[in-house]
T-cell receptor, first 114, second 110 residues
Framework: AQSVAQPEDQVNVAEGNPLTVKCTYS??????LFWYVQYPNRGLQFLLK??????LVKGSYGFEAEFNKSQTSFHLKKPSALVSDSALYFC????????????FGAGTILRVKS | KAGVTQTPRYLIKTRGQQVTLSCSPI?????VSWYQQTPGQGLQFLFE???????NKGNFPGRFSGRQFSNSRSEMNVSTLELGDSALYLC?????????FGSGTRLTVV
């Protein structure tokens, strides 16, 4: 079965500093990977996806993610954090054994302090 | 272009009752999935519908059911509600860009 892991429950970063939210995956075959962000009492907002191609994926709101096949990682990054980036971030993988089912990590709370 | 619309946004129900949640996908996109989000279990897949057919089902009891109509709108139903069914229920619509989620329905069972 496909799975993703987010090893950090929370990441704290100062405004203006670079941020990284970690994700590792375990899949059979080529992975379809996603990052989503969730603000309180809201649904999930799509940030970016990796299906194939360049290992560095650029997404919404200045976020990017680096796909690393040898380390089975798909870390989310941003060069300069904003206080408004504070939210809950989810990494997900499409489980192709189950059609369009997404399997999510447990989520990482990002806190950006001014 | 309208996004994924879920109604209602909030619901409070009593144990033993049943509830129906609605999801209207983006026009022209027929794949609709449902997810349950709780603090303890995180985001879990409930089921997926495409062209009025259930394609996949997650590991939930039979009290959880769904359906999809010819206009692609989907409903999910939970019967005999339990306290543990309190959760945010999210609907996702698969488009060419990926998965677009609605804002969810917050169900509280008391």
């Amino acid at each position: 079965a496909q799975s993703v892991a987010q090893p950090e429950d929370q990441v704290n970063v100062a405004e203006g500093n670079p941020l990284t939210v970690k994700c590792t995956y375990s899949v059979s075959g080529n992975p379809y990977l996603f990052w989503y962000v969730q603000y309180p009492n809201r649904g999930l907002q799509f940030l970016l996806k990796y299906i194939t191609g360049d290992n560095l994926v650029k997404g919404s709101y200045g976020f990017e993610a680096e796909f690393n096949k040898s380390q089975t990682s798909f870390h989310l990054k941003k060069p300069s954090a904003l206080v408004s980036d504070s939210a809950l971030y989810f990494c997900a993988v499409r489980d192709r054994e189950y059609g369009n089912k997404l399997v999510f990590g447990a989520g990482t709370i990002l806190r950006v302090k001014s | 272009k309208a996004g994924v619309t879920q109604t209602p946004r909030y619901l409070i129900k009593t144990r033993g009752q049943q509830v129906t949640l609605s999801c209207s996908p983006i026009s022209g996109h027929r794949s609709v999935s449902w997810y349950q989000q709780t603090p303890g279990q995180g985001l879990q897949f409930l089921f997926e519908y495409f062209s009025e057919t259930q394609r996949n089902k997650g590991n939930f009891p039979g009290r959880f059911s769904g359906r999809q109509f010819s206009n692609s709108r989907s409903e999910m139903n939970v019967s005999t509600l339990e306290l543990g069914d309190s959760a945010l229920y999210l609907c996702a619509n698969l488009t060419g860009a990926g998965y677009t989620f609605g804002s969810g329905t917050r169900l509280t069972v008391v």
